[in-house]
């Protein structure tokens, strides 16, 4: 009776995971049109994020057809001692300050894209939306995190995504 039950489980969650794979895989796909409609075809994409809300941690997006990953290898240059002290070789303090930018450093948005028939200004749209406004921008590092919050210090503190009822 006892493999009889386990049967039926294992027979219920197959079908379950076979109708929820074939789900996503429907929503994928129509994800996939809409973005060779909107965007061109896309086939990889890599670089560096700058986030208002992670002020200090490099981001670093890649993304190789429909997988996407945004991680943080640690901190900018500009938070790196050797960038400002004088006893540094020279070589090594240059190598730091490469992509320097005064007043934020080597903070910054570069993303490559590689594709077919990219559609650039739809693409650019998007991706300017993502920016700070310039109102935004003008609160600094301490408004940005009193407005943006800082998800490593606090985590996702966003109170809209509670899906506890209350009684």
């Not at 086939?43 to 945004?70: E, F, P």
């Not at 650019?124 to 700070?132: A, H, R, W, Y």
């Amino acid at each position: 009776e006892e493999e009889e039950e386990e049967e039926d489980i294992k027979q219920f969650l197959e079908k379950k995971y076979e109708e929820e794979i074939k789900r996503l895989q429907t929503e994928g796909g129509a994800k996939k049109e809409v973005r060779l409609r909107e965007f061109g075809r896309l086939l990889r994409s890599k670089g560096y994020i700058w986030m208002g809300s992670t002020h200090d941690l490099q981001g670093c997006v890649s993304q190789a057809g429909n997988i996407v990953t945004i991680e943080s290898p640690g901190v900018w240059n500009v938070l790196e001692r050797a960038a400002w002290i004088s006893d540094t070789d020279p070589e090594e303090k240059a190598k730091l300050r490469k992509n320097w930018v005064e007043p934020h450093g080597d903070r910054r948005q570069e993303i490559l894209f590689v594709g077919q028939d990219l559609k650039h200004e739809a693409i650019q749209k998007v991706l300017d939306s993502c920016l700070l406004t310039d109102e935004e921008f003008a609160l600094g590092l301490d408004g940005w995190k009193a407005t943006l919050g800082d998800m490593f210090l606090h985590g996702d503190d966003d109170d809209d995504d509670d899906d506890e009822e209350e009684e």
